[in-house]
T-cell receptor
Framework: ETGVTQSPTHLIKTRGQQVTLRCSSQ?????VSWYQQALGQGPQFIFQ???????GRGNFPPRFSGLQFPNYSSELNVNALELDDSALYLC?????????????FGPGTRLTVL | QKEVEQDPGPLSVPEGAIVSLNCTYS??????FMWYRQYSRKGPELLMY????GNKEDGRFTAQVDKSSKYISLFIRDSQPSDSATYLC??????????????FGGGTRLMVKP
């Protein structure tokens, strides 16, 4: 059984640019959630995807968008990057309807915005 | 005021000590309670998962939930230097039309000294 994987590991962008982060869910999981973790803080929920549709969203602006693909992998896109977007972006997978809603996290992508 | 409060620490203990980590919360809709361990620059790793009030034990770890007081705890017995990490509590109300988002505390940094 493979765990949650994310790419890239690190990324450096400049203010105003756009970025795409990728996530492959754990085998057997059909739901992907994205979280933002600023340095020294707990993760903050961005949104969740189930059956290729957004299924819940936290307090993040529309320039944060996502996709889920038929194989349950997912992308997080951030447009018009701001300095405050510098953070660790975490992807978590879970199985809706599978009897447990436990979320398992990937290693994260560290984004630095200069 | 944050929905989930957690003392940031750092908490420094000698090897072999019993560690107590705690979170308080304000949202009475929370029914699922988790503890994650996060090593520096890594993704959170699920340690304990409990539903509603009560205790759950797994090896050296015991999780307690007191919904009447809106208070959860994680105890670590016979602490080891390898337990040095940030411990995050997380909670959710379960699946609903808005998905299943986790709300995290800010994390407590634990240092176990040999």
């Amino acid at each position: 059984e493979t765990g949650v994987t994310q790419s890239p590991t690190h990324l450096i962008k400049t203010r105003g640019q756009q970025v795409t982060l990728r996530c492959s869910s754990q085998s057997g999981h059909n739901t992907v959630s994205w979280y933002q973790q600023a340095l020294g803080q707990g993760p903050q929920f961005i949104f969740q995807y189930y059956r290729e549709e957004e299924n819940g969203r936290g307090n993040f602006p529309p320039r944060f968008s996502g996709l889920q693909f038929p194989n349950y992998s997912s992308e997080l896109n951030v447009n018009a990057l701001e300095l405050d977007d510098s953070a660790l972006y975490l992807c978590a997978s879970s199985s809706r309807g599978g009897g447990s809603d436990t979320q398992y996290f990937g290693p994260g992508t560290r984004l630095t915005v200069l | 005021q944050k929905e989930v409060e957690q003392d940031p620490g750092p908490l420094s203990v000698p090897e072999g000590a019993i560690v107590s980590l705690n979170c308080t919360y304000s949202n009475s809709a929370f029914q699922y309670f988790m503890w994650y361990r996060q090593y520096s620059r890594k993704g959170p790793e699920l340690l304990m998962y409990t539903y509603s009030s009560g205790n759950k034990e797994d090896g050296r770890f015991t999780a307690q939930v007191d919904k009447s007081s809106k208070y959860i705890s994680l105890f670590i017995r016979d602490s080891q230097p390898s337990d040095s990490a940030t411990y995050l509590c997380a909670m959710s109300g379960g699946w609903n039309n808005a998905g299943n988002m986790l709300t995290f505390g800010g994390g407590t940094r634990l240092m176990v000294k040999p």
